[in-house]
């Protein structure tokens, strides 16, 4: 493989003598196959070498290495003065990857015993997962919230969990919900809440605590949710049209948050199997509502698709449609679907908002799907909604038919008194 890398006969035979050249072909092939270009291997596998040889000058075999080795060896490396590492650990963490996968070098795990703090998370972890059956996203973010509840009660001490108060529980949900706005003042008071729970179920509080975990007042209809005009969903569109590989890929992934407002992590998990070309169908899988669906697929999303799977997705052997533009190619996460959609807006010359991110072309489609006629019914079928009084919120939206049903306005008429 180094053959088809390195031109110079030398060159080769020099790596190949190295203490790590018995591997080299196989890493350039590894590298390769992956999608990396020639000139990146090279550098990553002239950093296997380097390395291999410090390695031997330090008498450390491949037995020894872990993070400590690793640590060392860069530390010795003089930094550039804008502080990025010299190509001399270019690629390193590639290499030790390979290196692992291969069973070159033993995965090692330095993980000690749990504090009792992260020993209640965990378990905690599980609760959510075994017994609610939240997804991991949710459970991230409960767990965050968990953290901070235990701490503010307890510090890092080991929790008494008998002497825990209302008042201290109160207190801690008031504190985190003067921090939020909107909808997310509640999420303080349904983590601890759901966290007691667990302590109920495992015997360690009494029923009935977590009653003092008060939501804080909050009106459902109160205004209208976030939304997006027709013309500055073209403009967005807009911004993605020179036909470049990511531009193509962001294209799709905008068309179809703003046409059938899908979640994010909806947009990620759609593999080239769930469209059906045929019948002009996507499937789309389980994930909030725990429910599949299938929705029709608009012509301009399919030919956004199309174009982007043709003309800018790299070969891979992940099924998932969105991949990373450069190597790996690994499948995106939901997190890059806001930072795509954050992205969008600065290019469009858009003022990012409060909760600018792929929800506000939720509630877009779902304005656009009320105001051309469509019933709650139909609108929950697309968005997946569980429930029409999720779909309520956006009876608000529905402009056209709120103005033919409102009052006139009396204006300046004096008002007549009835006695």
Request: with cysteine; aromatic share 8%; proline share 5%.
């Amino acid at each position: 493989m180094l053959e088809h890398i390195f031109a110079r006969t030398h060159v080769i035979a020099r790596l190949r003598c190295g203490p790590l050249g018995s591997y080299l072909d196989d890493f350039a092939t590894s590298l390769r196959q992956h999608g990396y270009a020639p000139s990146s291997i090279q550098s990553y596998v002239r950093t296997g070498e380097t390395f291999g040889r410090w390695l031997h000058r330090h008498a450390y075999a491949l037995s020894d290495l872990d993070d400590a080795v690793v640590h060392r060896y860069i530390s010795g490396l003089t930094r550039y003065r804008s502080g990025h590492l010299p190509k001399a650990a270019e690629g390193l963490n590639h290499l030790l990857r390979f290196l692992q996968h291969y069973g070159v070098v033993r995965q090692r795990h330095t993980v000690g015993p749990l504090v009792p703090l992260d020993q209640w998370l965990a378990e905690y972890d599980m609760y959510l997962e075994r017994v609610v059956g939240l997804a991991i996203g949710t459970r991230q973010g409960a767990r965050a919230l968990a953290r901070r509840f235990i701490t503010s009660c307890f510090g890092l001490a080991a929790p008494d969990w008998p002497s825990l108060t209302a008042p201290m529980i109160t207190a801690f949900v008031c504190q985190e919900a003067a921090k939020r706005q909107g909808g997310g003042r509640k999420r303080p008071a349904v983590v601890v809440r759901s966290f007691l729970r667990f302590l109920v179920f495992r015997g360690e509080i009494r029923s009935g605590l977590e009653a003092a975990a008060l939501t804080p007042p909050q009106w459902t209809h109160a205004a209208l949710p976030a939304r997006l005009t027709s013309q500055e969903v073209e403009q967005l569109l807009a911004t993605y049209e020179d036909g470049t590989a990511s531009n193509l890929r962001n294209r799709a992934m905008l068309l179809l948050l703003a046409r059938l407002g899908l979640r994010a992590h909806e947009v990620v998990s759609l593999c080239l199997d769930d469209i059906d070309w045929a019948d002009g169908r996507l499937g789309i899988r389980p994930g909030k509502t725990h429910r599949a669906r299938s929705l029709p697929l608009p012509q301009d999303v399919g030919c956004a698709v199309v174009a982007y799977v043709q003309h800018g997705r790299p070969q891979s052997p992940h099924r998932q449609v969105f991949l990373q533009c450069r190597p790996p190619f690994q499948p995106l996460t939901h997190r890059a679907v806001w930072w795509m959609v954050r992205h969008a807006f600065q290019r469009a010359g858009l003022a990012i908002r409060p909760r600018t991110g792929s929800h506000l072309f939720r509630h877009t489609a779902a304005s656009h799907m009320l105001n051309h006629g469509a019933s709650f019914k139909e609108v929950a079928d697309v968005l997946g909604h569980r429930s029409l009084q999720t779909t309520g919120i956006y009876a608000k939206l529905e402009l056209d038919a709120l103005a033919a049903v409102a009052l006139p306005w009396l204006g300046g008429a004096p008002c007549t008194r009835i006695s």
